[in-house]
């Protein structure tokens, strides 16, 4: 709930947050952007839910191209670790139905609007990438990973990553250290640095497991203890009171469940006779 309020909040605030009284829906782009790119490494990052590979496809493509319409920094910058989060979990399928979606949303555009649209959208892209402050729009880029209000945020990626790891959660890990530079270079090419990237951080936290940690609770207790797993495992079970070794000498063990005379009784009733055991 309070992922999706920031990200409503995003989208739906009306000033920039600074202190000048006559500003209304300033970098209000900046902002719809962010909201877009939070639900897009929301989606590439959590656990998948099931039969829901088109749904995810289609909503992280069609941001992804709504956000290269209006601030091409973004969809630029998260490309990567989409696709690398996306393929790294098995969701070859979410990928590919992104890609058509956002294809199909940028050649409605082209339809409606024609190819001048284009034209003048890089046109706009060689201005802004021309201008005096595009090189250095805000502060320092280090000043975004090592400051005294960037440094708990980054320690706390560092701590999350870790957490990932240690859990058996590789993928996500590795995945998230390539989201961590794109937000960065976000935060450093938009007005205000706003380090909006921790509700992303604070999500995944929230769904950190610690597998070994909780085997290791219950196991200490002592007890017969009942875990409903998540995701249901199959497991295929043998039973056998009769065993061969590798030199051929048969071992046997007790029938604690009964079954070799119901086995027995089975094969009687079909004709079938083993001489040698019989009496």
């Known amino acids: 709930m309070a992922f999706g309020l920031a990200v409503a909040g995003l989208a739906s605030g009306h000033v920039s947050?600074?202190?000048?009284?006559?500003?209304?829906?300033?970098?209000?782009?900046?902002?719809?952007?962010w909201a877009a790119s939070l639900i897009v490494a929301a989606i590439a990052l959590m656990p998948p839910k099931a039969g829901g590979e088109v749904a995810d496809g289609a909503a992280t493509g069609l941001l992804m191209a709504a956000m290269a319409m209006v601030k091409v920094t973004f969809p630029l910058s998260l490309a990567l670790p989409v696709?690398?989060?996306?393929?790294?979990?098995?969701?070859?399928?979410?990928?590919?139905?992104?890609?058509a979606s956002a294809l199909a949303l940028l050649a409605a555009v082209t339809l409606a609007e024609g190819i001048g649209y284009w034209t003048a959208y890089a046109g706009d892209l060689l201005t802004v990438t021309g201008s005096e402050t595009r090189a250095m729009p805000s502060d320092h880029w280090q000043a975004l990973i090592l400051s005294p209000v960037a440094t708990p945020a980054?320690?706390?990626?560092?701590?999350?990553?870790?957490?990932?790891?240690?859990?058996?959660?590789?993928?996500?890990?590795?995945?998230?250290?390539?989201?961590?530079?794109?937000?960065?270079?976000?935060?450093?090419?938009?007005?205000?640095?706003?380090?909006?990237?921790?509700?992303?951080?604070?999500?995944?936290?929230?769904?950190?497991?610690?597998?070994?940690?909780f085997f290791k609770s219950k196991l200490n207790t002592?007890?017969?203890?009942?875990?409903?797993?998540?995701?249901?495992?199959?497991?295929?079970?043998?039973?056998?009171?009769?065993?061969?070794?590798?030199?051929?000498?048969?071992?046997?063990?007790?029938?604690?469940?009964?079954?070799?005379?119901k086995i027995w009784d089975a094969l009687a009733r079909e004709g079938v006779e083993l001489r040698g055991v019989q009496g």
């Open 154 to 213: 980054t320690l706390c990626m560092a701590a999350l990553i870790w957490l990932l790891r240690r859990g058996g959660d590789s993928g996500r890990a590795a995945a998230l250290m390539l989201f961590y530079p794109a937000f960065v270079f976000i935060s450093w090419q938009n007005f205000g640095n706003d380090l909006i990237w921790l509700c992303v951080v604070a999500l995944l936290a929230w769904q950190v497991d610690d597998p070994e940690g």
């Open 222 to 261: 002592g007890l017969e203890t009942k875990v409903d797993l998540k995701k249901p495992l199959p497991v295929h079970l043998i039973y056998r009171t009769a065993m061969s070794q590798a030199k051929g000498q048969m071992t046997y063990r007790r029938d604690v469940y009964g079954r070799d005379a």
């Open 83 to 99: 696709v690398f989060a996306l393929l790294r979990s098995g969701r070859s399928r979410t990928l590919i139905v992104a890609l």
């Open 17 to 33: 947050g600074g202190t000048e009284p006559l500003l209304s829906f300033s970098m209000h782009y900046n902002r719809w952007c």
